[in-house]
């Protein structure tokens, strides 16, 4: 999952980034107004943690245009202010929960994981291929029954190509999605990882799920290859 952190303090920016990443999180920062609007309406977040007090444009107005244009990511608010007209002012806006600094980072963490199973796409049922199942709420993978041990970045890697389940998701979109824009290792991280779940998914079963769509990407689907 991919989250987007606006956020103009850097030094509690780079603090977040690393909480986040801690909980197998990609996330991207940033710290004014309108980048934090050029990247949430470029990249599909699955949450954007917005501080009101932006500078360029504030987070009131970053929340009210990304909802004018139909992007419904969910929105957490940040921000020193604690009046209840401007946590008012913040729902109204769009946002979708609101948390006042300081805070506790375990606080925070569990908001989080409430907004995303509330998203549409997160109150999902287990998701299947063939007799492959993921429960996003317990994070337990089998097949065929067998319980599959993932690391958090097999799972996160997992998770992804089963909710894009039969798409085509490209090497770029993959990294950015499970590591994050910023990311500057192994040129061929997104490889190894489809190697280390195919050992895991695929290896002593019968059917393949997971595919190579050669110069384009990978997919997960139970339809064997032409």
């Given at each position: 999952m991919r989250i987007l952190v606006a956020e103009d303090d850097k030094g509690l920016a780079v603090f977040l980034k690393k909480a986040l990443k801690e909980e197998q999180y990609s996330v991207d920062i940033c710290h004014d107004g309108e980048e934090a609007l050029f990247l949430a309406e470029s990249n599909p977040y699955d949450l954007v943690i917005l501080d009101i007090m932006l500078p360029l444009k504030n987070g009131f107005a970053v929340c009210r245009q990304l909802r004018d244009q139909g992007i419904a990511v969910p929105i957490l608010m940040l921000t020193a202010r604690s009046q209840v007209k401007d946590r008012v002012r913040g729902l109204e806006e769009g946002a979708d929960d609101y948390l006042s600094k300081p805070f506790a980072i375990q606080e925070l963490m569990a908001r989080i994981r409430a907004l995303l199973r509330r998203n549409q796409d997160y109150k999902d049922k287990v998701l299947k291929v063939g007799d492959l199942q993921l429960?996003?709420?317990?994070?337990?993978?089998?097949?065929?029954?067998?319980?599959?041990?993932?690391?958090?970045?097999?799972?996160?890697?997992?998770?992804?190509?089963?909710?894009?389940?039969?798409?085509?998701?490209?090497?770029?979109?993959?990294?950015?999605?499970?590591?994050?824009?910023?990311?500057?290792?192994?040129?061929?991280?997104?490889?190894?990882?489809?190697?280390?779940?195919?050992?895991?998914?695929?290896?002593?079963?019968?059917?393949?799920?997971?595919?190579?769509?050669?110069?384009?990407?990978?997919?997960?689907?139970?339809?064997?290859e032409d």
């Open positions: 429960d996003p709420a317990s994070r337990k993978v089998t097949r065929e029954g067998r319980s599959i041990a993932l690391t958090g970045k097999e799972y996160a890697l997992l998770e992804y190509l089963m909710r894009n389940r039969g798409k085509v998701l490209p090497h770029t979109a993959i990294l950015e999605h499970i590591w994050d824009m910023n990311y500057d290792g192994l040129s061929n991280i997104v490889n190894v990882y489809i190697n280390y779940l195919r050992e895991k998914v695929d290896k002593g079963f019968p059917c393949r799920y997971i595919h190579t769509v050669r110069g384009v990407g990978y997919k997960i689907d139970e339809i064997p």
